[in-house]
């Protein structure tokens, strides 16, 4: 049995130096983070590993959009999976500004006034629905001008990230960087429909969810070893699941949610669950912290940068 230990703190210290001592602190969800620093550093330097990040988008209208940007421009991950509402998100917040706001302000108030609440988050109309359609209804205009009619979800996150002058931009990064970003649901959102819109206007222009499946049949199955981070549920830490079924499952895998176990959810499901459906393997380094992303991943990050960077 490993005795509690007290945490040392003292001025000056490294957020490694921390998050290092959380594991054998007996903590609650303290303890479950330092085991998540542990396997995502063990992820970053095998080698032989594909790195899948997934990610809900309502943090993307936070600050944690830096972090994950970081993360992607220091390498850290091979593939994203991610909703709709990122790429709105992205784009928005590279043109426009979001403001801190408050959970307990007037809705009725700030919808006259021209703010859309986004829990703590407030976005300005003008920053969100209009500055999205007239960047992505340019883009699609200025990409079917060049003869494309027909996109992946990747590729559309791809184009986007090659317009965005952002270098606090996910989708920038990862255009520079060769990573690709797949939308599974990428209709449920402003960038979705804007896709709709254009093909209204422009009825040979095809969105093919065929390519983003085979673009990720050819990683998986390229892959010796794979390995997720998960930031929420839903359909993005899903879909990273799924795929990997077919090797067998992640031989790492740690997810952050705030949802509960016992009301059945793919999101409140615990990372052990997926053993059963072979989705991750059973002697793969896993662990589940229940916690704010918004508080826990800039801490796991920056550990993991500390120490492979």
Excluded at 42 to 47: F, H, P
Excluded at 72 to 88: E, M
């Amino acid at each position: 049995m490993q005795p509690v230990r007290d945490i040392k703190i003292w001025p000056g210290m490294r957020i490694s130096d921390l998050v290092d001592q959380l594991e054998d602190s007996g903590g609650f969800a303290a303890k479950y983070l330092g085991s998540a620093v542990r396997i995502l550093e063990a992820m970053v330097k095998d080698e032989k590993c594909t790195r899948f990040l997934s990610f809900i988008a309502a943090p993307i209208a936070t600050g944690l959009r830096g972090v994950i940007a970081e993360a992607v421009k220091r390498g850290l991950f091979d593939v994203i999976i991610t909703t709709c509402g990122t790429l709105d998100h992205d784009i928005a917040r590279a043109l426009g500004k979001y403001y801190v706001g408050d959970f307990r302000l007037d809705d009725e108030e700030l919808r006259e006034k021209g703010y859309h609440r986004l829990g703590s988050v407030l976005v300005p109309l003008e920053s969100y629905g209009p500055a999205i359609e007239k960047f992505m209804l340019g883009m699609l205009d200025e990409v079917y001008e060049d003869g494309v009619r027909e996109l992946g979800s990747f590729e559309v996150a791809r184009l986007i990230g090659e317009r965005l002058n952002d270098e606090q931009s996910i989708l920038y990064w990862a255009a520079k960087k060769g990573v690709k970003v797949f939308v599974p649901g990428i209709m449920d959102g402003a960038v979705g429909t804007q896709l709709w819109i254009f093909q209204q206007k422009k009825r040979d222009f095809r969105l093919n969810l065929f390519k983003d499946a085979s673009e990720l049949a050819n990683i998986v199955f390229d892959s010796e070893k794979t390995g997720a981070l998960m930031i929420g549920g839903g359909i993005s830490k899903h879909h990273t699941l799924w795929w990997n079924q077919f090797k067998e499952g992640l031989d790492y895998a740690i997810y952050i949610t705030t949802a509960v176990e016992y009301d059945g959810s793919l999101s409140g499901a615990l990372v052990r669950e997926a053993v059963s459906w072979s989705k991750v393997k059973p002697e793969a380094m896993k662990v589940t912290v229940h916690g704010d992303a918004t508080v826990l991943v800039p801490l796991l990050i920056a550990a993991v940068l500390d120490k492979v960077q």
